[in-house]
């Protein structure tokens, strides 16, 4: 596609529920990142994929959640038992490869009530 | 462990000025930086890419430079206009590492 496009936009859950977030990266980008954003601060590093390998995800802030990539395109970050404190703005980018231009989708801000 | 910072964290200036937004980061190893852009309940735009071999990337009003050595990057705003008005943030990378943000530097620019 023309641009990195994440859905849903907004997600309104209920504390205990489990989420699904899913990215759809710009056409042939092997490297897609995920970002958890608090509001006022900088993006922070989540998880990595190539293609479909994910080869780190020392950002993940528990074992609750959980990313995936299965056949190196779509992307999907889900969230198991959704705490309060997962409260923030989540954004997926891609790039060529892992060291060049980041591109980032629109984000989904999550609201865990 | 990079870490990235950035000064001022929030900014005033009236239309018309030249300003300029700081980036300072602890490792000064890095591959390359990436200013970025972000409106209100928006994602993050590329604004300029600079390699670490390069001192300077230009588009339009906006000019980057990279000091490694100092740690540092600035991104300079020339003839500044309300639709300038956004966060804007430095990432710092090395290489086959991911991309370290800073908290961003608020920009209002009054018309």
């Known amino acids: 596609g023309a641009g990195v496009s994440q859905s849903p936009r907004y997600k309104v859950a209920k504390r205990g529920q489990d989420v699904a977030l899913r990215c759809d990266p710009i056409?042939?980008?092997?490297?897609l990142f995920w970002y958890q954003q608090a509001l006022g601060q900088g993006p922070e590093f989540l998880t990595y994929f190539q293609n479909e390998a994910q080869l780190d995800k020392s950002g993940l802030p528990s074992d609750r959640f959980f990313a995936e990539r299965p056949e190196g395109s779509v992307s999907t970050l889900k969230i198991q038992r959704t705490q309060q404190e997962d409260s923030a703005v989540y954004l997926c980018?891609?790039?060529?490869?892992?060291?060049?231009?980041?591109?980032f989708g629109s984000g989904t801000q999550l609201s865990v009530l | 462990k990079q870490e990235v910072t950035q000064i001022p964290a929030a900014l005033s200036v009236p239309e018309g000025e030249n300003l300029v937004l700081n980036c300072s980061f602890t490792d000064s190893a890095i591959y390359n930086l990436q200013w970025f852009r972000q409106d209100p309940g928006k994602g993050l735009t590329s604004l300029l890419l600079?390699?670490?071999?390069?001192r300077e990337q230009t588009s339009g009003r906006l000019n980057a430079s990279l000091d490694k050595s100092s740690g540092r990057s600035t991104l300079y705003i020339a003839a500044s206009q309300p639709g300038d008005s956004a966060t804007y943030l430095c990432?710092?990378?090395?290489?086959?590492?991911?991309?370290?943000f800073g908290p961003g530097t608020r920009l209002s620019v009054l018309p």
């Open positions: 056409s042939g980008h092997v490297s």
């Open positions: 600079i390699q670490s071999s390069q």
């Open positions: 990432a710092a990378h090395n290489y086959g590492q991911n991309f370290v």
């Open positions: 980018a891609t790039s060529v490869t892992r060291n060049e231009k980041l591109f």
